[in-house]
């Protein structure tokens, strides 16, 4: 038997440890690990000498082409910077309406499901979908089970003042009507009457630098949220994701469930490496929500990812046109900043070169424990049979991020001046080489839509 391809020389990271080892590739699956001698011979071979092999990443939160009168992000440009960035699959959302914004009425969500894979026909690497759950209907409940069908088996909720937020009693008939379905419910936690309030009394005072805009969102709102959203989790049984935790306040408000029910929580790669201070250097562009918090903070959720508490690295990757985010006041910018291409780098340097975490922790976090807890069974791992989605990772070679190098439609990084070390240089998706070298070189349309399974949350 001849395969595909052998990837040699490297030494392959996975959840679990780090070891010299090779890779057999065959028809798009990871045939076999083991000595090169065991191995069959080849057609093509990926010298990794002096690399590390690790699984693709898997970043379960992104936002693409959902608002687009003022976001920038579309599937060519967003995929091709994942690829670069060594993420292989990517989650987005569908939502009722079709598009966040400009709602359709008479579209359901299985019509926001069939919309986000057409936008997605030109997608570099495979994604799935969030179903988002924002109208408060009992019909809305009963498209849950058609989603499930559809290979969507996670649904977020927006507790939050913005215009798709929902009450806490519509929470719990979604986290009811979830369970029932064994499927994943997500939560954006922010209590919106203390986000609204102390909007207003900023806006009043007139306080529209972008410094000001961590007080309008504090943390004890995102941990008022968090207690919410993981008490209904409790009461009924549902699995439930908390995402992009900011903060030592919900962090340990999320602590306690761990034992007494499935909670599991995410925090984002931002939320580790800036601090409040970023407004003041960069203005309304790091501007997202929830904000950015204290240093102390930054130390807290580390040792949430140590003990477990957090579980999942993930981008909240969002773009948008520049013009929106440089205005005057804070309040009149858009949420949102890109990451998916200098995710991987940035949160190596900081978890791994700054803060001594393993690479097997690097790989749980950001491959594959965001596969195993939304059912993407095929992904985030090395093992024989799954999906050959892996990429090389130089961990000597330094670089500075430059948004002008952005494959991204976004013209400005929230990184941009920083220097990290640590460079995938090489992406597979698939058995296929899609990056290369700084180099997109898979055509568009490569990525495939991946129907998730209900996943198994036990032990």
């Avoid at 990517?90 to 057409?118: C, M, T």
């Avoid at 030109?122 to 759950?133: M, Q, R, Y």
């Avoid at 306080?207 to 709102?221: E, L, M, N």
């Amino acid at each position: 038997m001849v395969v595909d391809t052998i990837v040699t020389n490297g030494e392959v990271v996975t959840a679990t440890g780090r070891y010299p080892t090779d890779i057999a590739i065959h028809n798009g699956k990871i045939l076999g690990v083991g000595d090169r001698e065991a191995l069959p011979e080849c057609e093509m071979v990926v010298d990794a000498s002096d690399q590390l092999v690790m699984p693709g990443v898997v970043d379960p939160h992104v936002h693409i082409d959902e608002a687009p009168e003022n976001r920038a992000g579309t599937y060519e440009a967003e995929t091709a910077a994942a690829a670069l960035g060594g993420v292989t699959t990517i989650v987005d959302f569908a939502f009722q309406g079709r598009d966040r914004a400009n709602s359709d009425p008479d579209a359901d969500l299985l019509d926001g499901i069939q919309h986000k894979r057409e936008k997605a026909a030109e997608a570099h690497v495979d994604f799935g979908l969030h179903g988002v759950l924002h109208r408060e209907t009992e019909d809305t409940l009963k498209q849950v089970t058609s989603a499930v069908d559809a290979g969507v088996t996670s649904f977020k909720l927006f507790m939050s003042n913005y215009r798709i937020g929902v009450s806490n009693g519509f929470i719990l008939k979604a986290f009811e009507r979830i369970a029932d379905e064994d499927a994943v419910a997500l939560v954006h936690t922010e209590d919106p009457a203390v986000c609204d309030t102390r909007t207003e009394q900023l806006q009043a005072a007139g306080r529209g630098d972008a410094v000001h805009y961590p007080d309008s969102r504090p943390d004890y709102a995102e941990a008022m949220g968090a207690a919410d959203a993981a008490r209904l989790a409790a009461e009924t049984g549902v699995k439930y994701y908390g995402m992009h935790t900011t903060c030592e306040a919900a962090a340990d408000v999320l602590e306690p469930f761990q034992d007494e029910c499935s909670v599991r929580a995410e925090t984002c790669v931002h939320y580790t490496v800036h601090d409040r201070s970023a407004y003041e250097t960069q203005g309304n562009l790091p501007k997202i929500a929830p904000p950015l918090r204290e240093m102390s903070d930054v130390d807290a959720l580390f040792e949430h990812l140590r003990n477990g508490t957090l579980s999942v690295v993930s981008t909240d990757h969002a773009v948008y046109h520049e013009e929106y985010k440089r205005v005057e006041n804070w309040w009149d910018a858009p949420l949102g900043a890109n990451s998916l291409q200098v995710s991987l780098p940035v949160f190596h340097d900081v978890a791994v070169n700054e803060r001594g975490f393993s690479y097997p922790s690097l790989v749980r976090w950001m491959c594959t424990n965001p596969a195993r807890t939304f059912g993407l069974p095929q992904k985030g791992t090395l093992e024989p049979g799954t999906d050959a989605d892996l990429i090389l990772f130089d961990p000597d070679a330094s670089f500075t991020v430059d948004a002008a190098t952005n494959r991204s439609n976004s013209t400005y990084s929230i990184y941009d001046g920083r220097t990290v070390t640590g460079v995938p240089t090489k992406t597979l998706l698939r058995g296929e080489v899609v990056a290369s070298d700084g180099e997109v070189v898979a055509e568009p349309g490569t990525g495939e839509f991946v129907e998730r399974l209900l996943p198994n949350w036990e032990p």
